[in-house]
């Protein structure tokens, strides 16, 4: 059997296995077709293809052998999971690989650029405190041209029935599920909240969510203090980043507070163009490092796996034209304020890494999830891009395994999460209007601010005030990092 890599717009493309004087369309069943793709990526990608011993390189000598091993399983998920690994490199939860498969990778790619079908509602869930079994959800956030939005929904509302039904520990999720719901909303009452009477009744649509939410500036004495709420790295909203940050040079800004408490992470890309817009005066110095398998790592030089700061903002569309190309606006910062959660993940901690070895990182919030790890998107083609050749467009199924570990300029990164030094909980009973100065979080970083005050530390007092589900997590690309590859 053969192996080709090669390099493309210093990512790496790994071509699909095949073997000698064998054609991929001939020997391979129609019914094993989707199979075939997700062990031949799975075989050419996977950050822990070594440790397994079903992906060995040596496993197969014969398409005849590969077959039979494919038709062991009825269906691609099954293949998928089998494949996985369980590293030592995630002490906190050794379950969370964060590797996903889809059948259907338009809804997957829509997700990358915020495009979903949803209520608008951003929620947690926490149980009753009388310990009852009974759960009440809290409005977190809602997402701007959303139902929600629309029917008058705001931050901290608590929800206790969905469809005239209890909210509990076990069921929230599924009173979700529907595309339609009506809900029930109730006080707080000391975490044991009482019906209102009110209901409303939600319809899930197509939104497309501007992840830069709140790019504002606070006035506070000889401050000018930006603060960026920026909800999803998504390269499609790149400009509006870059837009923000033009703002805050014309606008004084002196320190900035970027709040990344619901931002579960994306493209790492925009993640070097933020780090970019926050500093400046590290163009061309190393952001990160990026780690794949052992066969891609020694495939390339090293230089192929740095990701380094930039001064442009650049856009290619599918066959590599450039459509979008402005010069970044950079604050030349040397201390960030940033707001962080058990929300905060991926290309979130990513900026919070990379920017460390440079200027100070300062922290306000609770502790964030602790994902070192990135993905690709791998579609059925000879060289699994999504205009690849021999492209199969005979099935939507697409891949969204680990493929890489993300290190800063000195190697670190954080598996266990980052602990923030000004510790804050949100409180369900007082949430704030975001971006408001005195809502809690960002009055607490205001205050670290002016006055170098860490104040005293307010997260979670009791376990049970804890969240324990959050509707993010319903989402297809939930705490994803990715790279792209074209």
């Known amino acids: 059997m053969k192996k080709y890599f090669r390099l493309k717009n210093l990512l790496v493309l790994v071509l699909a296995l095949t073997f000698v004087n064998c054609s991929k369309t001939e020997d391979i069943p129609q019914n094993l077709e989707v199979n075939d793709f997700v062990w031949g990526g799975m075989n050419a990608y996977y950050k822990w293809q070594g440790l397994i011993p079903d992906l060995s390189d040596s496993k197969f000598s014969t398409r005849e052998q590969l077959n039979s091993y494919l038709s062991g399983f009825s269906e691609p998920t099954e293949l998928f999971n089998s494949l996985l690994s369980y590293p030592n490199e995630f002490p906190k939860d050794p379950n969370r690989v964060f590797s996903w498969i889809t059948d259907d990778y338009v809804a997957l790619e829509n997700s990358f650029q915020g495009l979903r079908l949803t209520s608008g509602l951003k929620l947690v869930a926490v149980e009753y405190a009388d310990n009852s079994g009974n759960a009440y959800v809290v409005v977190r956030d809602v997402i701007a041209g959303s139902d929600a939005e629309t029917k008058g929904i705001t931050r901290g509302m608590i929800i206790t029935e969905v469809n005239g039904t209890q909210i509990t520990t076990g069921n929230v999720n599924q009173l979700f599920t529907p595309n339609n719901?009506?809900?029930?909303?109730?006080?707080?009452?000391g975490g044991n909240?009482?019906?209102?009477?009110?209901?409303?009744s939600i319809v899930k649509t197509e939104v497309t969510e501007n992840p830069v939410k709140i790019a504002s500036i606070i006035n506070e004495g000889a401050n000018r203090i930006g603060y960026l709420m920026y909800n999803q790295f998504a390269s499609d909203f790149d400009a509006q980043l870059n837009q923000a940050f033009a703002d805050f040079r014309i606008g004084g800004v002196t320190d900035l507070v970027l709040d990344l408490r619901y931002n579960?992470?994306?493209s790492v890309t925009s993640a070097?163009?933020?780090?970019?817009?926050i500093t400046g005066q590290f163009t061309g110095e190393v952001f990160a490092n990026k780690i794949w398998n052992e066969k891609v790592m020694a495939s390339f030089s090293s230089e192929s796996f740095i990701d380094r700061f930039t001064?442009?903002?650049?856009?290619r569309d599918t066959s590599g034209n450039i459509i979008l190309d402005e010069a970044i606006n950079s604050l030349n910062l040397t201390t960030l304020y940033v707001i962080v959660s058990d929300q905060t993940a991926s290309a979130s901690e990513l900026i919070i890494n990379s920017l460390r070895p440079y200027i100070n990182v300062r922290l306000i919030g609770t502790e964030t999830v602790g994902k070192q790890v990135a993905s690709i998107t791998l579609y059925d083609s000879d060289d699994y891009t999504r205009n690849g050749p021999n492209?199969?467009?005979?099935?939507?199924?697409a891949m969204q395994p680990i493929v890489l570990e993300i290190r800063n300029r000195d190697g670190q990164n954080e598996p266990?999460?980052?602990t923030a030094e000004v510790q804050i909980a949100e409180d369900n009973s007082n949430l704030g209007v975001l971006g408001d100065p005195n809502e809690p979080l960002l009055?607490?970083?205001?205050?670290?601010?002016?006055?170098g005050a860490k104040g005293a530390n307010f997260a979670y007092q009791k376990e049970s005030e804890k969240p324990f589900w959050n509707s993010q997590m319903r989402n297809i690309d939930y705490n994803n990092m990715y790279v792209d590859i074209r």
């Open 193 to 200: 909240p009482t019906p209102n009477g009110t209901t409303i």
């Open 443 to 451: 009055a607490r970083a205001i205050q670290y601010i002016t006055t």
């Open 416 to 418: 266990n999460g980052f």
């Open 391 to 397: 492209f199969n467009g005979s099935h939507t199924w």
């Open 264 to 266: 579960g992470g994306g």
């Open 272 to 277: 070097i163009y933020l780090s970019s817009m």
């Open 181 to 189: 719901f009506t809900i029930s909303l109730a006080d707080y009452n």
């Open 311 to 315: 001064d442009r903002l650049l856009k």
